[in-house]
């Protein structure tokens, strides 16, 4: 609102400057139509006038006695009342002349005032759309910042979750092995029994290929876990990385934002100290 009284001060300022100097161009044109135009105009009328008596003849060819009373007043030895007629008749004509360029000065600023008014209105305007552009632009910025944050909050949750399911599958692994070396133990203890008897021996294979089922299943088991445990790690710094990289994506899209808004306020600053000096200067 600040900047868009500004602008209008601004316009209005150039335009009370081109009016002045409009006015002082019709005014000097009057100056220079006073002094070359002739202001006795009726001197040269009454030398190209012809006789009085020819005016004032009646339809019966004879001299009215008002024609002669006006004849012996104009002709009749009173030069200082005559050439005091022509001087106030010269005065109202030159005055008359005056006021019409007058008028038509007025006219001509009037008219040029409503074209500088309406070039004010469209500059105006074209500064609020300007302004409105940049308004759009930094709220997309913003825009694009929150998105970019939303992002880095979610993968940081993934990331989390892969750390939690990183972790249960070394704990599942741990617990693998640590059956894997009982059942080791158990398979050696059955081996030393062997030699004991035939029943036991015979028992002891039996207890032996049961262990030794159960030791394929855990290392299958452990197998599988380790597989699962790489896969994860695999997820694990995929999930990573891209965590970094929309990181960094929000914090260029937040710099730039940032910039963009410091070049906007230093501009707006500028603008408002040249109008603030432009408006001193005029005061």
Not at 12 to 31: C, G, P, T
Not at 129 to 158: P, T, Y
Not at 183 to 204: D, H, M, T, Y
């Amino acid at each position: 609102m600040k900047i868009n009284i500004l602008i209008s001060v601004y316009f209005v300022y150039i335009l009370n400057l081109q009016i002045s100097q409009i006015d002082s161009s019709n005014m000097r044109k009057r100056n220079k139509q006073r002094i070359t135009r002739n202001p006795y105009p009726d001197f040269v009328l009454a030398a190209q006038r012809p006789p009085l008596m020819s005016e004032n003849l009646d339809a019966d060819g004879e001299n009215s006695s008002d024609a002669q009373c006006n004849e012996s007043a104009l002709s009749g030895g009173n030069p200082r009342q005559k050439s005091t007629n022509i001087a106030q008749k010269a005065a109202q004509e030159a005055k008359a002349a005056t006021d019409a360029q007058v008028s038509a000065g007025q006219a001509a600023a009037r008219q040029v005032k409503m074209q500088l008014a309406d070039k004010a209105l469209q500059a105006a305007r074209a500064a609020e759309a300007a302004l409105a552009g940049k308004q759009q632009i930094m709220e997309q910025l913003q825009q694009e910042v929150r998105e970019a944050e939303a992002v880095v909050q979610e993968e940081s949750l993934s990331l989390q979750n892969s750390q939690q399911n990183v972790q249960a599958a070394v704990k599942a692994a741990e617990q693998a092995q640590a059956q894997l070396r009982t059942l080791s133990q158990a398979v050696e203890i059955a081996k030393s029994n062997i030699g004991n008897s035939e029943q036991a021996a015979n028992g002891a294979q039996t207890e032996y290929a049961e262990k030794q089922q159960l030791l394929e299943a855990a290392k299958s088991r452990v197998e599988q876990l380790l597989r699962q445990l790489s896969s994860a790690r695999a997820d694990f710094s995929s999930t990573k990385q891209a965590a970094y990289r929309a990181a960094c994506a929000a914090h260029d899209a937040k710099v730039n934002a940032q910039r963009d808004r410091r070049h906007q306020l230093q501009r707006r600053s500028k603008e408002y100290r040249f109008k603030h000096q432009a408006a001193r200067g005029n005061n």
